[in-house]
């Protein structure tokens, strides 16, 4: 039901739950990689998942995509790259937040 009326796969769905609590279980909230790698996963989902496995995926797609956002923003030592995990992470938490809220509002419904 949250799938539709978001416009979500449930494989993208699946895959920001487990982000979502492989962060509370690692007590990793608010680090800029999870969330980099969380955007970069909805938004270029592992097509292929039998035959290129999440941590070979991660390996060798979503790392390059990562160090070279912190290229393009001159390293990791200056306050444009400040400024740019400051803006991944609020935006992870805030995609965090509206998905649970979606995930209690239609346990609600179900339980009516």
Known sequence: MFAKSKCRTFDSILALVNLIFSQ???QSCRNVWNAFQASFLEEHL???PDNNP???YTRTTVRPAYKALIASH???DLP???SCTHNLVF???EKKLEF???LT???RKVQK
Do not use: A, F, M, V
Request: charged fraction near 30%; proline fraction near 0%; aromatic fraction near 8%.
């Open 80 to 82: 444009e790259w400040t």
């Open 24 to 26: 509370k279980y690692h």
């Open 46 to 48: 592992n097509l292929d």
């Open 91 to 93: 935006q992870h938490e």
């Open 54 to 56: 999440t941590s070979e």
């Open 105 to 107: 509002g239609s346990t």
């Open 100 to 102: 649970t809220e979606g």
């Open 74 to 76: 001159g390293g990791e």
